[in-house]
């Protein structure tokens, strides 16, 4: 089992598969269920140190591959997948654990290149989709990509058929911290259509916000059901719960 995805990636869709398998395995025997990988982003700039080698490979059509094929191998190890970083983070020189990360690509160009593998990904299954902090400025530049219903909704749920589970990127990471408390970005989360906020900074003062957007009708209970819905429609389908009957 090799350590680095783009090890992995030269040898073709097999080993993916079977790297993928192998680490699943493991994760049940520890008693996890869900992994947040595959990486999905493609290192299409040398320059960046954030994915590397994190990446299957430097190629767009390559990339959406092997991506199905570690699907399909972390879910016959009985594990849930993530693909990640949404839409692309592989050609951003930043690191948005540092600050902010700006993506210039026009959408017909991301339509091309970066979503190739999570198109790819989405197809063959896999149970969530994580959002990078990246600001798109071709798409919409006035704010971070999980906070951008154009992004999250619309481009990842309407034009990719995407209706599993949305989870946020680390909620700690300076990317949001710099401009954004905990309330607002759960708030701001929530509104775009993501289901799973991943280690607010402030947990309670995540909740808070979130009741207090409910109360003031400014997220619905329905837009909380939603999400509801999806995460247990996940752990049914992975077998964490069982229906009765």
């Keep these: 089992m090799s350590g680095r995805c783009s090890g992995i990636g030269t040898r073709g869709a097999e ?15 520890l008693g996890f269920n869900a992994d947040l990988a595959p990486v999905a982003d493609v290192w299409s700039n040398p320059d960046n140190t954030v994915i590397g080698d994190r990446a299957y490979s430097d190629d ?15 879910h016959s190890g009985g594990v849930a997948t993530t693909l990640k970083h949404f839409p692309g983070h592989g050609d951003a020189l930043a690191d948005s654990h540092d600050g902010a990360v700006y993506v210039s690509k026009p959408l017909e160009q991301l339509r091309r290149e970066e979503l190739l593998p999570f198109r790819a990904g989405i197809a063959s299954g896999s149970d969530m989709v994580m959002i990078g902090h990246l600001i798109l400025t071709e798409i919409d530049a006035a704010q971070p990509a999980p906070f951008s219903y154009r992004i999250v909704t619309e481009l ?7 209706q599993g589970v949305v989870i946020t990127d680390g909620l700690q990471m300076k ?32 909740v808070s916000a979130l009741e207090e957007a409910v109360a003031l009708g400014e997220i619905s209970e329905e837009r909380i059901n939603q999400s509801v819905r999806r995460i247990l429609a996940m752990k049914v389908n992975r077998g964490v719960l069982k229906l009765e009957g």
């Design 156 to 162: 990842l749920r309407e034009e990719l058929g995407f």
């Design 175 to 206: 990317a949001l911290t710099d401009s954004y408390t905990s309330g607002e970005i759960a708030r701001r989360a929530v509104s775009a259509g993501v289901d799973i906020l991943l280690c607010p900074s402030n947990p309670q003062a995540a």
């Design 15 to 29: 080993t993916a598969r079977q790297n993928a398998h192998t680490i699943a395995s493991d994760m049940r025997v």
């Design 60 to 74: 767009f059509a390559q990339a959406a591959e092997l991506i199905p094929e570690a699907v399909r191998g972390f």
